[in-house]
């Protein structure tokens, strides 16, 4: 089953990013497709590469980047709420692409469920 | 998939304008689904129903009033606005404090109508 | 439908509003949702009443990490990531209640 990904809220302030990375590993791991990751809202915070956790926290960018790599997953960032938190093609983070929120409605017309992660 | 699908897509407004983003980023998805022509159905309940509330101005907090956006709706062929009959009372408005035309729905019937949708986005 | 609800019932309406209009499906309770299927919760009486008309379940790993597995009440069934999955694939459609 091809499923897309909303996810709207930063890293570390909300564990809406966790659930939703716990959530596309376990579906990966049953062999479901992720058509899309769609990084709205906050969430656009995910593809900073400027974040840099603690040694002994999980690093949730890395992680959606090695994600990414591993299943040639495509990891889309809103350019419109990106630019408005100063996330740019600059300090993007491996993996991740920005675009339009064309890309959020189209993976919701492709994909067989899309589930929203947020607060 | 292939061209022509045509989904039902529902967008869930559940919060007030202006406390928090939420409320202008939907629209903005809102208005770039009319491109994709979806069907498109948009709700508001709980503080969502805020809003709609006629009267909006930003001025003093120095933030865009985007409420007259909901009355351009229909300039893109977006045309099936609810609101939740519960939540509107719960907040002390009535449909004449809506600053555009909409179908009021008891929860039930609210309740049915998510179950016919393809997609359910909430904001 | 699947409802999935991630607040408190005592912090945040989510819960209130999904069980005021969802009409049967199934309701997953995650992140700080799953209190509300712990045993004394005030909210308690609502997932009881809602269970009359839909199945609830919650994500365990997040009842684990809240230190309240011992504390799930009965009727309620607890899945990992993997049933999260399982559980959206078996709805045609599902609702995130933010």
């Known amino acids: 089953m091809k499923f897309a990904i909303l996810i709207n809220e930063g890293p570390y302030q909300h564990q809406a990013t966790d ?23 906050d969430g656009v915070n995910n593809s900073s590469s400027l974040t840099e956790p603690p040694q002994d926290d999980r690093n949730i960018v890395q992680r959606w980047s090695k994600l990414a790599e591993e299943h040639k997953l495509d990891l889309v960032v809103c350019v419109a709420a990106a630019l408005r ?17 064309g890309q959020l409605v189209e993976a919701g017309i492709e994909a067989d469920r899309l589930v929203t992660f947020g607060d | 998939m292939s061209e022509g699908t045509v989904k039902k897509f529902m967008f869930v407004n559940r919060k007030a304008p202006y406390g928090t983003i939420y409320a202008l980023e939907s629209l903005e998805v809102v208005l770039i689904s009319a491109a994709f022509d979806q069907d498109v159905s948009l ?27 909901y ?9 099936k606005l609810y609101v939740e009959q519960e939540s509107l009372e719960a ?23 998510m179950e016919t949708m393809d997609v359910v986005l909430s904001f | ?69 011992d504390r799930l009440i009965e009727g309620v069934t607890s899945v990992g990531y993997d049933g999260f999955v399982d559980l959206v694939a078996e709805y045609p459609t599902n609702q995130s209640w933010l």
Request: include cysteine.
């Open chain 2, 91 to 113: 907040r002390g408005l009535t449909e004449d404090d809506l600053l555009v035309d909409v179908t009021v729905l008891p929860k039930a019937e609210m309740g049915k109508l």
């Open chain 1, 85 to 101: 938190r100063g996330i740019k093609d600059e300090n993007l983070a491996p993996g991740f692409r920005i675009s339009g929120l």
């Open chain 1, 19 to 41: 659930t939703a990375f716990l959530f596309c590993k376990a579906a990966l791991a049953k062999g479901h497709e992720i058509r899309r990751v769609f990084f709205y809202h």
């Open chain 2, 43 to 69: 709700v508001f309940m709980d503080d969502g129903v805020f809003q709609l509330k006629k009267g909006q101005q930003t001025k003093g907090i120095e933030n865009k009033n985007f409420s007259p956006t």
């Open chain 3, 1 to 69: 439908m699947l409802h999935i609800v991630n607040k408190s019932p005592l912090e945040r309406n989510a819960l209130d509003a999904c069980l005021r209009v969802a009409q049967g499906g199934a309701l997953l309770l995650t992140e700080d949702a799953v209190y509300a299927a712990t045993r004394g919760n005030a909210a308690v009486e609502k997932i009881t009443a809602a269970m009359a008309g839909m199945k609830v379940y919650v994500l365990g790993p997040d009842l684990d990490a809240r230190g309240m597995s």
């Open chain 2, 71 to 79: 009355r351009a709706l229909d300039g893109y062929d977006i045309e």
